[in-house]
């Protein structure tokens, strides 16, 4: 499974996901050091799942090495102390470790979205309007808005569950707790990056096809 959001213009190493993990068994894995550090699948079993607030979370960066090592998505933790490497400091995508970055998982967007708010975020798979004369009414384009924002969603939605999945499922990963928000999320919405918003489809290109 591909640790990237399957794009068709992908030319950044943001835009490669975390470790390239379509084959995570490609990186070599260190195995004492994933003996000496972390917890284990049975002591989350004998002391329960952890809760952490954002900033408690942070703590698991891979700093400490006295502490597992820690990804969020989607409000799930997931120890991923196998792979210091590259969640570790040093690795490719430390950036990752310590935090809820899920919003950084459905964009691409590494440097500007390591956060877990995702509103908005859902424009990125809405179509720019560049047709000034489509020849629609106005009632047709409402309907037609509200159909491609719910479409929109559900990519969110899947894009999310995929991710969530690649952690869950993965062999030297395991689920170690959930994210409790110490404030929950507020403000003005997370803006849009531009890499997602260069990669949103036009109408006219859509017209074209259909």
């Not at 409000?75 to 950084?104: E, H, K, L, Q």
């Not at 869950?168 to 003005?188: C, L, P, Q, W």
């Amino acid at each position: 499974m591909s640790e990237l959001r399957q794009r068709p213009i992908a030319t950044s190493k943001s835009s490669n996901g975390p470790d390239k993990e379509s084959n995570p068994r490609q990186h070599t894995i260190n195995d004492e050091t994933d003996q000496d550090h972390g917890i284990s699948l049975l002591d989350i079993i004998r002391q329960g799942p952890v809760t952490l607030t954002p900033s408690q979370l942070s703590l698991y960066n891979g700093t400490d090495t006295n502490l597992p090592l820690y990804v969020a998505v989607n409000g799930t933790i997931f120890d991923v102390s196998a792979n210091r490497m590259i969640y570790g400091p040093g690795g490719s995508y430390n950036f990752f470790a310590g935090r809820d970055a899920t919003r950084a998982f459905v964009t691409g967007c590494f440097k500007e979205d390591l956060t877990n708010d995702l509103r908005g975020v859902e424009i990125m798979f809405l179509p720019v309007e560049d047709v000034e004369d489509e020849g629609v009414t106005s009632a047709q384009r409402k309907i037609r808005r509200e159909k491609e924002l719910r479409a929109a969603r559900a990519r969110v939605e899947e894009t999310v569950k995929r991710w969530t999945g690649f952690f869950a499922n993965h062999a030297k990963y395991f689920e170690a707790g959930r994210v409790v928000e110490d404030g929950g999320v507020h403000g003005e919405p997370w803006p849009l990056c531009e890499s997602a918003q260069k990669q949103r489809p036009k109408r006219s290109a859509m017209m074209e096809k259909s």
